[in-house]
């Protein structure tokens, strides 16, 4: 497979290193020297120096035989010229473009539709939206990911010291009272990935990956002292891209919210948009502003302007105030490790989203959507199974998966459970299935069903 | 700088070493010489101690090398593979002394050609084989080849890679190094074949053939016989050979364009438009002065252009002893040796590409001085060469003249002639072969002291690893943690 990626900023090194790291061929083209060097020497790409959107640098890229273009530079504008000319030179390519501008998004089915046939549209604004819209749906969670239409989820919990899982083996668990209807996926221990056996003893400060039916969530994250108590007031500071969108989206939710902006005229705009949300103008710092605005109160603050000093520093600002946990933008992907260990609850990353949302369209074969988990050590792939699949009409112990991948849940039509030893996976079934990044090419393989006999 | 997966890789290239002495092991067999023993040893001492280091120093995932750890690989995987395949040579009792039979195996890997064996043609044919085999893997790259084909390279690669194949402007042919390095190595293999095929047309053995395939391709030069080409005393044989080594000299990743379709690929690069006219030049000046030597056009231009093409394509075949020509046309060759075959070649020296962009900067800084507020860049197939790459491109010139006048300075000392010390170290660092005076192209360089020996040991691995990955082996700060 080979892949052709415009645009070397924060995501498509990302992706790039993602994809290389998967043995695929990838081509990174950008007109800036500096980021294609730094592409170049981590990463075992080709590399082309020039415009995405000129058709002779598509051309020598060998967009003719590439499978995917993904354009995603800064510009909107250069992003869909280049693939208007992929789109001529090589319309079997599939292109997903990001695009920030929501005025496109009106015109997001002309896009597809028509010439430039864009398979997928990636806003990285409104995909920030939606990872804050997990998180919020579980507040005392890591990292919150939904698979089958939301009927399973995963859930990433630090495990607290007056968690009941503590000092248990892992194969005990079901016998704790209300835990049959989860699994334990994998766990963090000392920022390394752990996919556990049954021997394993789990220790506090575990960060632990469970997955469980939607319907069977609030009782399991009970039984697990899990925070679970509703938001229901928020504040967001910081009223630009991503925040006007976040309003706009508690505001329907009817979740009592606030926000506060620096700049008067994006505060005028705001309040000329937004009905219930309360719009106020000052600092994010300011501890008085806070302490007026009863930040103690909330049970969340989000932080999302476009200074990540400034993001963490409220973030950790209102938290000290009282507030019940926060949620902070960071954009530089090196920030992210310091992140627990200064107190922060969670983070979003418009970029880091987008990069998720691509990663689901380029996994090859009946796959529907993956989500990487912390540290980008393992994804969730949810797949369809296919119907001539060596995988299809076993039992689950007697399949080999390689070491590293665990099927974690099987949606059958309408019927959805975890699996364990003794279960039969069938052809059409959508399993999702947790893997450490070194097995997801074999599981790629195992799930893609050669079929091309002329 | 993590020793560990240093050593780790040192290891596996060993063990890789090991497996290709099956190769003169076959031979042996079939010709039932008696150097299969010595053969055997030497595969069995390099495999123990690969895997020793392979599984002494055990990785278990190998996604990042970072530069430093690539060079290092390069640098003393290279050296191992001297050291390993001059075992061999030492066995089998070609040479009395280990310095002879390392200066041969190193002289063969690097593709320099230089030999110190006095009589080739009483050495057993399993070792000629394995003689001209290593230059054949040193040609295209051990690491190259190992990047191809074992999948446990895969990741960390191209730093290895960058460290082996230095070039100044980086060619990537597909975006992934093994599917690279793949392609590099299966031109390199079919051109070797097709010589094999047009060499066995002028009546030569297959053994023969064989052999000069294998050398004239990777411009090492070493031969089955005494004389070297002029053996064959043959038109057909010279014309073949002149034509592989122009191949030879050619960057690559042009034959591969070529074989995708593009005819005027090679007319269509200047740095190879470059190098073909300046052998067509040199050739027709030291036609007409050696003319008078001869005494038949035609044979003047058979020899010219023989010799020519073997000095500047970095090979070093001999089919004429030209220290009997003018004296002219001999400092030609010389200062030959210095240019060198183009960049992404298997050819040694400076590299065309690098004279070019030095007389297109000498030009840039006249014309400045010119026209003072003047704007311009430097091109070579009309892009613009970034100021990163000349500003290396100087240093490596500099480096190499520096080098070169150090060690011709250290080889006077040891009590060598003039004209010797001076070609001798140009011809080593050049990865060339024969020079002038007593290591001329009728002699060898037996004759030299040992430790001018290791001296140009040292010179050689400079030349093959274009000078940075091997002398910064000496720069304290690399070993600095």
């Known amino acids: ?454 | 700088m993590r020793w560990r997966y240093t050593l780790c890789f040192v290891g596996i290239l060993s063990v890789f070493l090991g497996l290709t002495m099956i190769i003169p092991l076959i031979c042996s067999l079939i010709t039932q010489d008696d150097s299969a023993r010595s053969i055997l040893l030497s595969a069995a001492i390099t495999e123990t101690f690969g895997l020793l280091l392979f599984f002494g120093f055990r990785i278990r995932n190998n996604d990042y090398i970072s530069p430093r750890e690539g060079i290092a690989i390069v640098a003393l995987g290279w050296i191992a593979a001297g050291f390993f395949s001059a075992l061999p040579f030492y066995f089998g009792h070609v040479f009395e002394t280990f310095t002879d039979a390392f200066f041969e195996s190193v002289s063969g890997i690097t593709t320099t050609g230089a030999s110190v064996m006095t009589n080739i043609e009483g050495v057993s044919s399993s070792l000629l084989l394995w003689r001209s085999f290593i230059q054949w893997l040193g040609g295209m790259g051990i690491i190259v080849l190992s990047l191809a084909i074992l999948p446990l390279l895969g990741v960390g690669g191209m730093q290895m890679y960058k460290a082996e194949v230095p070039s100044p402007i980086p060619d990537k042919l597909k975006p992934r190094i093994r599917d690279t390095a793949m392609i590099l190595w299966k031109v390199y293999a079919g051109i070797t074949i097709a010589e094999i095929v047009f060499l066995m047309f002028g009546d030569m053995s297959f053994y023969d053939a064989l052999n000069h395939a294998l050398t004239t391709m990777p411009t090492g030069g070493f031969s089955t016989k005494n004389l070297s080409v002029a053996h064959y005393d043959s038109v057909y044989i010279e014309t073949v050979i002149i034509a592989f080594m122009m191949l030879a000299g050619i960057n690559f990743s042009l034959h591969y364009q070529m074989l995708l379709g593009k005819p005027l690929a090679f007319w269509e690069d200047s740095e190879c438009r470059f190098f073909i006219s300046f052998v067509l030049i040199v050739t027709l000046i030291v036609t007409i002065n050696i003319y008078p030597v001869y005494d038949s056009f035609g044979k003047a231009l058979r020899y010219a252009s023989f010799q020519v093409v073997s000095i500047v394509t970095t090979t070093g075949y001999g089919s004429a002893d030209y220290e009997l020509w003018p004296s002219m046309s001999q400092m030609i060759l010389l200062l030959c040796m210095f240019i060198g075959a183009s960049a992404g070649s298997t050819g040694g020296g400076m590299k065309c590409m690098r004279i070019m962009i030095y007389f297109k900067y000498c030009y840039k800084e006249l014309i400045s001085l010119i026209h003072p507020r003047a704007v311009s860049h430097i091109k070579l197939n009309a892009q613009p060469v970034s100021s990163d790459v000349v500003s290396s491109v100087l240093g490596f010139l500099g480096l190499f003249v520096g080098l070169f006048a150090l060690s011709s300075v250290m080889l006077a000392a040891m009590g060598v002639d003039l004209v010797t010390a001076f070609s001798a170290v140009a011809s080593a660092i050049g990865n060339i072969g024969p020079g002038l005076g007593t290591v001329g192209p009728t002699e060898n360089y037996a004759s030299l002291p040992a430790m001018g020996k290791w001296l140009l040991v040292w010179c050689m691995l400079l030349g093959r690893l274009e000078i940075y990955t091997i002398i910064i082996l000496l720069v304290p700060e690399f070993w600095r943690k």
């Open chain 1, 1 to 454: 497979m080979k892949v052709v990626i415009i645009g070397a900023g924060e995501v498509g090194f990302h992706i790039a290193s993602r994809i290389a790291y998967e043995r695929k061929e990838v081509v990174v083209i950008d007109t800036n020297e500096d980021a294609l060097r730094r592409v170049s020497e981590a990463i075992d790409v080709q590399v082309i120096k020039g415009s995405g959107s000129s058709p002779s640098v598509l051309k020598q890229a060998g967009i003719e035989d590439a499978n995917i273009v993904l354009a995603v530079t800064d510009s909107d504008q250069i992003n869909i010229v280049a693939c208007l000319f992929a789109d001529y030179i090589s319309p079997k390519t599939m292109k997903l473009v990001r695009l920030r501008d929501p005025d496109f998004n009106l015109y997001k089915e002309a896009l597809q539709n028509f010439s430039p046939h864009i398979h997928t549209i990636i806003n990285p604004d409104i995909e920030a939206v939606h990872a804050i819209e997990r998180f919020m749906s579980v507040p005392g969670a890591v990292d919150v990911g939904d698979f089958a239409d939301g009927r399973i989820q995963l859930i990433g919990i630090r495990l607290a010291a007056e968690s009941p899982l503590l000092g248990l083996r892992l194969m005990d668990i079901p016998r704790v009272q209300n835990a049959g209807h989860m699994l334990i996926a994998a766990v963090i221990r000392k920022e390394k990935l752990i996919i556990p056996r049954g021997q394993d003893v789990l220790a506090k400060g575990d960060l632990v990956y469970i997955v469980c039916e939607t319907r069977y969530l609030t009782q399991t994250l009970d039984m697990l002292k899990v925070d679970t108590a509703p938001v229901r007031r928020v504040m967001l500071i910081g009223g630009g891209r991503v925040g006007s969108k976040m309003a706009a989206a508690l505001e329907q939710k009817s979740i009592k919210t606030k926000i506060i902006e620096k700049n008067p005229s994006v505060c005028q705009k705001l309040a000329e948009t937004l009905n219930k949300v309360m719009v106020l103008q000052g600092d994010g710092t300011d501890q008085n502003l806070l302490m007026e605005e009863n930040v103690q109160d909330m049970d969340m603050v989000i932080t999302l302007t476009g200074d990540e000093e400034i993001n963490i520093l409220s973030s950790l600002l209102a938290k000290r105030m009282g507030a019940r946990s926060n949620i902070t933008r960071i954009s530089k992907f090196s920030y992210f490790p310091l992140v627990e260990a200064i107190g922060i609850d969670h983070i979003v990353s418009p970029r880091l989203s987008a990069v998720n949302t691509i990663l689901q369209h380029i996994r090859e074969g009946n796959v529907l959507s993956a989500i990487s988990i912390k540290g980008e050590q393992a994804e969730v792939l949810e797949a369809i199974v296919p119907q001539d699949s060596e995988v299809s009409g076993k039992m689950l112990q007697k399949i080999s998966f390689p070491t590293g991948a665990l099927v974690v849940g099987v949606v059958r039509q309408d019927e959805t459970f975890i699996p364990t030893g003794s279960s039969i996976i069938q052809a059409n079934d959508r399993i999702i299935i947790f893997a450490v990044r070194e097995v997801i090419p074999k599981i790629e393989k195992i799930l893609t069903v050669q079929l091309n006999y002329y």
